[in-house]
């Protein structure tokens, strides 16, 4: 069965720290979509990242990088320099391919607090 | 790009009465549309999921006569909670995927309160 485990509740940081936010997944399939999605608290989620299954490479945008490793099922966002804006509730999500039109199934979301 | 809104953004209304939560997408063709419902600080639960001009397909132990979805069009999906209960006060969100790309873009939910 597929599961997204965010392990991490709640991280609470001073502005500038970095923070890494934890995602472990499980999924049968060998090809699969892992998103990350940020939620202000606005509520509306905003997409950060894709990564495709047979893509490896880590990557970076700005303050966020992600790293991706298929060997232990892990997919885990840092975000460097951390500000007050980053202040939200972040979720990992898995979309297996072909799956009834690419469901997502989302961890429980993990409430970071960047303090100034 | 890739911009979906939804409407209303915020809804109170009387028990028994039925809402209507639209879902459109701005700026692609949305070929697929799903409906989520957040609790407080809780993950996102997967409602339905629609594809257009077909029925929709309910996730186990989501009442398709209570959550009526319709995705008449390709930019447009509602979702109507009928006869609503202060247990249906909730936060609903829609997402859309358009054909190009496998990515769900999220609007900005609707926050519903039954009284």
Redesign the interface.
């Known amino acids: 069965a597929q599961k997204v485990t965010q392990a991490q509740t709640e991280i609470s940081v001073v502005e500038k720290e970095d923070v890494t936010l934890d995602c472990v997944y499980e999924t049968r399939d060998t090809t699969y ?1 892992l ?1 990350w ?1 940020k939620q202000p608290p ?6 950060l990242i ?1 990564r495709n299954s047979f893509d490896e490479q880590n990557e970076i945008s700005g303050r966020y990088s992600w790293n991706f490793q298929k060997s232990t099922s892990s997919f885990n966002f840092t975000i460097t320099a951390s500000q007050v804006v980053d202040s939200a509730v972040y ?1 990992c999500a898995l ?1 297996e ?1 072909g799956n ?5 199934i ?4 993990t ?1 970071l607090s960047v303090k100034p | 790009g890739a911009v979906v809104s939804q409407h209303p953004s915020r809804v109170i209304c009387k028990s028994g009465t039925s809402v209507k939560i639209e879902c459109r997408s701005l700026d692609f063709q949305a070929t697929t549309m799903f409906w989520y419902r957040q609790f407080p600080k809780k993950s996102l639960m997967l409602m339905a999921t629609s594809n257009e001009g077909s029925k929709a397909t309910y996730e186990q132990g989501v009442e398709k006569d209570k959550f009526l979805i319709n995705h008449a069009s390709l930019t447009l999906s509602t979702l109507t909670v009928t006869s609503a209960h202060p247990e249906d006060s909730s936060f609903y969100i829609c997402s859309a995927k358009g054909g190009f790309t496998d990515t769900q873009y999220f609007g900005p939910g609707t926050r519903l309160t039954v009284l």
């Open positions: 979509y998103f999605y606005s509520g509306e989620l905003v997409f894709r979720f979309s391919l009834q039109g690419g469901k997502l989302f961890g429980q979301g409430e």
